[in-house]
């Protein structure tokens, strides 16, 4: 048998260059092989794969990517370097240093952050220290919904919004890992409003 690949969605991301994110299903085989299974582009109906988010296990079997070899590698337990930490920065003067940060649904669970930048350009920021990076598009009207922090909040669930599906959210970094954005209908109350300072530091421009 092969793998059997069932796309689900597919949208443009907004200010490339026709690159698209997508939702997969994809059916294993069950006979693994050492090296992981083999994904090509044509089987998703692409030129080129730039990264590929498993969105979960199987049998207690965690999935990786391995964007080197195209290959789509099972670990049991966690997959090395999978998990990243970073600073958010309190700034009494974060409203007037930066520009608010909205959450815009693109489709199922899967979101872009927007704002209205100083510097009238697409900006971002780094997770941890050479972690991954997370895009901040900018757009005079985003429109979508504000984007909170808890700093008293559950790990995992310090930023978050009022998602407008009910259901919690994920922006997808450039190291194709997820950004989690929690569904909280008390995300105002619970958290203060994160603004993007696109002049501060890459590892700190959230604020």
Known sequence: MALSFDIQKAVVVPGTNNTVMGVVDITLDGAYVKGGWSIAPSDLNIESISSLVP???????????????????????TVPGSTATGTITDDDSAASNGTDVVVVH????????????????????????????????????????????????????????????NEDL?????????????DNDDAASDGVAVHIDDDGAAEAAPR
């Open 55 to 77: 969105c979960g296990g199987v049998n207690g079997v965690v999935l990786e990517w391995d964007a080197a070899n195209s290959k789509l590698k099972g670990y049991l337990g």
């Open 170 to 182: 994920w922006v997808q970094t450039t190291r194709g890992t997820w950004l989690h954005i929690y």
């Open 106 to 165: 693109q489709d199922e669970n899967v979101a872009l952050l927007y704002s209205t930048t100083a510097g009238n350009a697409n900006t971002a920021f780094e997770i941890g220290e050479d972690g991954p990076v997370v895009t901040v598009y900018d757009s005079d009207s985003p429109g979508g919904v504000a984007l909170y922090f808890d700093e008293d909040g559950t790990v995992g669930q310090r930023l978050m919004c009022v998602s407008p599906t």
